[in-house]
């Protein structure tokens, strides 16, 4: 199922990895959750004028321990995504979107830079301005 323009509801399912199963990206939250989420995706795609790969999404409780995620991961409420940008360094994706989310071009709760890729997510902002780091 298309949720926007360049995303696709299946680039968020949980893989099939560390002896658990593939899991679907729960249907009941694709108009409530992951469409807002894609959104933002949209405008970041569009800064780059890059594809964007999604390279973990939805995850199961159990699926958030075996990869050694946070407990209280946004991953497991479908609000959250790790990419990579076609062509361009994850601090540079991160840096970039932090820029974006101060002049208010981006409507995200929480940013994370990591080697080999960048994490947004669209929680509610801590406080007007706030972004959730790590």
Known sequence: MKVTDHFHVHEFDQPERHGLPGEAYPER?????????????EIIRARFGKPITITSGWRSPAYNKAVKGKT????KKGDAADFTV???HPAEVHAEVLRMHKA???KI????KYDGFTHVDTRPPLWPGRLAKW
Not at 109 to 112: D, K, M, P, V
């Open 29 to 41: 939250l694709v108009e409530t959750i992951l469409r807002p989420l894609c959104v933002q995706l």
């Open 86 to 88: 076609d062509g361009v």
């Open 72 to 75: 209280l991961s946004r991953h």
């Open 104 to 106: 208010k071009a981006l």
């Open 109 to 112: 709760g929480g940013l994370g």
